[in-house]
């Protein structure tokens, strides 16, 4: 009899000896794309002469500085060495070249060399167009494949997510987790995804778990719990946690509350009863009362503080203090299959916070007297079952999704399965299907009937097998047939550029915006090679762009990391500089930001409203600290700014102002890094070897130096000066936010803030106001820099120099529509880069 466990062992092997390799070869369509008409030729400011005066000097082929000799070159002709021409305009834009100290151009004849450099580079790569060359295999990270189980199997958006459940992904160089180069695969991946394929088919076919699953949702440690907590909670109740949780039977349900404790392990808030609301789907299940019942002699060390030091309390007040006091925050429920919100949340009885301010208690202990007469506050919510299963397979989306057809006999069930295989397969595998596809499918489907001893046990074991083949695992890039080379006239096949097949597109399309697969619209005009069709084309992405699926990923994947939203949660404060800074701020600076950038591409504004917008969005917590009347409760809203220059914009942003600061102060050579390398889209090196990047303490009884002295001190090291000439003043701009956004106007010294700042090529910047009319002055900037991030994220790998023409030609088109998200969207899916490929490399 067939065995799951040789399931697994057999997958395995297949997969790794070479299964991974079948797949279907697809025809060529002819692309649609027109070629752009060239830029207008710019009128040459002399830039050979311009380089003979302040750059061969040092870069020729003698002295080779930085690698780099211009001397060679033919400067009339930039096209012929791209490459080193776009380092050139790289340097030329940042103004870090010449280096502080040497001749060098003013700004307007600097700007005007590099825009006819791009020019001339720009008409070369529209005559022929180059769209780089892409891994062959490209796996599906984390999100894809989580996204692309809940489109396939009609799994519920918001309770069910398996992302967790796989090893985590790695970033290129702290860009993107989808860059298909350091997408790897190993044993531990395969084994994954074969645990969570059982997993999910199981759910979405209505099969139950083979034994009661449990599984526990954490509130983090240092969340205040004193107020309302998600709007899936009721108005009156205070702290808790509301879990979004998919049920996958009918039956009984374990739900347990563990509540938060101390540095002892003592319970906290257990001086006084408090009322402890259960509930699911806002229906009130029970309501259960803690604290308020410890009895006996409390422990000396304990912070109920009128104990006997050294010694421990009586048994009666210790059992009730560690384990007895939340014991009994338990039930057992039925509920029906499918998605549910569990709420957890005490009765709101004093409409205050607690009395006496709680500072952050990291990296320090708890002191022994507080919180026992304060809230009680939810550490966990357990969620165990089923128990006690009711009835059959329930109907739901998924099985209606899955399901479309029933067999009325045994007879006809082999062709039902089929149906239903081929259905769901060709969407797994983003592809048309062949009969070698569904045979292998309908072989598990037998092993699964036989052993489940049921029609869906069958089909929950094919769609096991399914969710684990490569194609739908891989995104496989496949070089076209040697016929269609011929065709379009190709010499040179290993540097052969062609276009993708209206199949290929859907996929690199569907996964750009959605983050997961073509639903069925998408694939129909693929297999009937319509969909690379301009008009048809457009539509779809502006129909793709209509669903909130194109908010989720471009709000959360790319976004979140183009801007390193991820990395607000690592932030680390030190109590004593700033004893009011707690987790409710770090999670609502994340919050503001998500929807700030959520509603510039929902209502397709420009990407310079980003930069210049006079809205963001606040609850109570947030406005509190950004010093906004007028807004309470824990529900976010739009509110409008009274003063755009003090608060305006993404850089004015708590999560930004707080992920390049340092705990104890702010860092304007960590904030001008990351506008350097986020927002004027000017990659900043590392520094070089040797050089000491520590800018040193105060003496012992000195007065300490402000953070500018430091910096001007560190700049006097001929290693340090040309960088810092350019990161620093853009840093200094933003000095009026301390290390967690505040506004201030005196900095960590004591000394009144200075905000101004001017570049080594003598560009002034002073303040956020300044700082955001440097960045509006040259408007297609900012967008250039949208697009860079936005390409590589669609594309799914890195760009190098040769990409440089295609982000300023979608940057060129976008300008006619003020840069709308939707105007650089559709040129990246337009541009010959997202459309075309270039052969793989011979292996």
């Not at 607000?568 to 987790?583: K, L, N, T, W």
């Amino acid at each position: 009899m067939f065995r799951r466990r040789s399931l697994r062992r057999a997958s395995i092997v297949a997969l790794l000896a070479g299964g991974w390799s079948a797949a279907l070869a697809f025809s060529v369509h002819t692309s649609a794309w027109q070629a752009a008409p060239a830029p207008p030729r710019a009128t040459s400011a002399a830039p050979q002469a311009v380089f003979s005066q302040y750059c061969i000097t040092c870069h020729n082929q003698r002295l080779r500085t930085a690698g780099l000799a211009l001397d060679t070159l033919d400067a009339t002709n930039p096209g012929a060495n791209a490459g080193v021409w776009e380092r050139v305009i790289e340097k030329l834009r940042a103004g870090a070249m010449p280096p502080p100290g040497r001749p060098r151009p003013d700004p307007a004849t600097a700007h005007a060399v590099a825009r006819w450099l791009e020019t001339e580079i720009d008409r070369a790569w529209t005559a022929n167009p180059k769209p780089g060359r892409i891994n062959a295999v490209h796996r599906l990270n984390r999100t894809e494949y989580n996204n692309a189980i809940r489109d396939l199997l009609a799994l519920d958006r918001r309770s069910v997510n398996v992302r967790s459940l796989l090893p985590g992904d790695d970033t290129a160089d702290g860009s993107f987790d989808n860059l298909a180069d350091v997408l790897t695969i190993s044993t531990a991946h395969l084994e994954r995804y074969l645990s969570v394929a059982r997993q999910v088919t199981r759910l979405a076919t209505g099969l139950p778990p083979t034994s009661p699953a449990v599984e526990t949702f954490e509130v983090p440690l240092h969340v205040v719990q004193d107020d309302r907590q998600s709007e899936d909670l009721p108005f009156g109740s205070r702290g808790g946690i509301a879990v979004r949780h998919h049920f996958p039977v009918d039956g009984e349900y374990l739900i347990k509350v563990r509540l938060r404790r101390q540095y002892q392990d003592y319970l906290m808030g257990m001086g006084w009863p408090q009322q402890l609301d259960l509930r699911l789907d806002g229906r009130l299940l029970k309501r259960l009362t803690v604290g308020g019942g410890a009895k006996g002699r409390p422990a000396g060390a304990s912070y109920a503080g009128d104990g006997e030091p050294g010694f421990a309390g009586d048994p009666e007040w210790e059992t009730y203090m560690q384990v007895g006091g939340d014991a009994h925050l338990q039930i057992r429920v039925p509920i029906e299959a499918g998605p549910h919100t569990v709420g957890v949340s005490f009765v709101r009885e004093l409409w205050e916070p607690e009395g006496l301010p709680q500072p952050l208690q990291r990296g320090r202990v708890l002191t022994n007297d507080e919180l026992y007469m304060g809230y009680a506050s939810v550490g966990s919510v357990q969620l165990a079952g089923p128990y006690q299963i009711a009835g059959s397979a329930k109907d739901s989306a998924s099985r209606r999704a899955i399901f479309v057809c029933h067999p009325q006999s045994t007879s006809d069930e082999r062709g039902c399965a089929a149906r239903i295989l081929a259905r769901m397969s060709r969407r797994a595998y983003r592809r048309p299907i062949t009969k070698a596809d569904v045979d292998t499918l309908l072989d598990f489907f037998d092993n699964g009937r036989t052993e489940g001893g049921s029609f869906d046990a069958g089909i929950q074991f094919a769609l096991e097998r399914m969710l684990v083949d490569p194609d739908f695992l891989l995104r496989i890039h496949r070089d076209p047939p040697a016929a269609s080379e011929s065709a379009q006239g190709d010499t040179s096949p290993a540097t052969a550029v062609y276009p993708l097949s209206d199949v290929e597109l859907a996929s690199r399309l569907s996964f750009f915006l959605w983050s997961s697969i073509p639903d069925e619209r998408l694939l129909d005009l693929a297999e009937r090679r319509q969909l690379s069709s301009p008009q048809i084309l457009e539509h779809e992405v502006r129909r793709m762009l209509a669903d909130s699926r194109a908010i989720d990923t471009l709000v959360d994947d790319f976004a979140a990391q183009w801007l390193n939203l991820r990395r607000v949660g690592e932030v680390v404060v030190h109590p004593d500089v700033y004893p009011a800074f707690d987790d409710n701020l770090l999670e609502a600076f994340t919050r503001e930001t998500e929807l700030f950038v959520g509603s510039t591409i929902r209502e397709d504004r420009s990407v310079l409203d980003l930069l210049r917008a006079n809205y963001t969005f606040v609850n109570e917590r947030l406005a509190r600290h950004y010093g906004i009347p007028g807004v309470y409760g824990s529900r976010f809203r739009r509110v409008l700014l009274a003063d755009p220059d003090q608060r305006g914009g993404l850089l004015a942003h708590g999560s930004i102002l707080a992920t390049t600061s340092y705990p104890d102060r702010t860092s304007p050579v960590l904030r001008g890094k990351w506008l350097l390398n986020n927002i004027f889209g000017l990659p900043v090196p590392p520094p070089p070897p040797g050089v000491d990047t520590n800018l040193g303490e105060a003496k012992p009884g000195a007065r300490p130096p402000s953070i500018r002295e430091r910096l001007a001190q560190h700049r006097r090291d001929p290693g340090c000066a040309s960088c810092h000439a350019v990161i620093d003043p853009l840093g200094f701009a933003l000095e009026n936010f301390d290390a967690i956004g505040g506004w201030r106007t005196v900095d960590e010294s004591g000394k009144a803030v200075d905000a101004n700042g001017a570049t080594a090529n003598g560009v002034t910047v002073a303040g956020l106001s300044g700082l955001r009319a440097v960045l509006l002055e040259e408007p297609d900037q900012f967008p250039r820099t949208v697009t860079q991030k936005l390409l590589a994220f669609a594309l799914g790998r890195r760009l190098d120099y040769d990409d440089r023409p295609a982000v300023r030609t979608i940057v060129r088109g976008a300008a006619a529509h003020d840069y709308r998200w939707s105007s650089i969207i559709l040129g990246v899916v337009e541009s010959p880069t997202f459309l075309m490929r270039q052969r793989s490399e011979p292996r």
